[in-house]
């Protein structure tokens, strides 16, 4: 079993900022790829920021050079830093990782998700 558990969301005036964190734990051999998606209502589920293949990042352009995605590989754990943060970018935002476990299954995992509430 592999678990990915996310924190971090919250509600936060435009302009504010916030840090989301998504661990993963459980049978782990490898994480291929590990990112931010999200999903406002009525609206289709998104990519905000991965690590997608190796070391290299990738933003959604609505994001760009507002938001932060890093990672602490000792503890299987990736970070969304949100600065100046508008009211668009109100929705769930859920941690997705790809991931090779102990018995060499590849599967994609999905954190519960965690809410983003920007008020303008």
């Known amino acids: 079993q592999v678990q990915l558990v996310e924190s971090g969301g919250g509600l936060v005036q435009a302009g504010g900022s916030l840090r989301l964190s998504c661990a993963a734990s459980?049978?782990?051999?490898?994480?291929?790829?590990m990112g931010w998606y999200r999903q406002a209502p009525g609206k289709q589920r998104e990519l905000v920021a991965g690590?997608?293949?190796?070391?290299?990042?990738n933003y959604a352009d609505s994001v760009k050079g507002r938001f932060t995605i890093s990672r602490d590989n000792a503890k299987n754990t990736i970070y969304l830093q949100m600065n100046t943060l508008k009211p668009e970018d109100t929705a769930i935002y859920y941690c997705?990782?790809?991931?090779?476990?102990?018995?060499?299954?590849?599967?994609?995992?999905w954190g519960q998700g965690t809410q983003v509430t920007v008020s303008s």
């Open positions: 997705n990782a790809n991931i090779l476990t102990t018995a060499r299954y590849n599967w994609s995992y």
């Open positions: 459980g049978s782990i051999f490898s994480i291929n790829s």
């Open positions: 690590f997608l293949s190796g070391i290299s990042t």
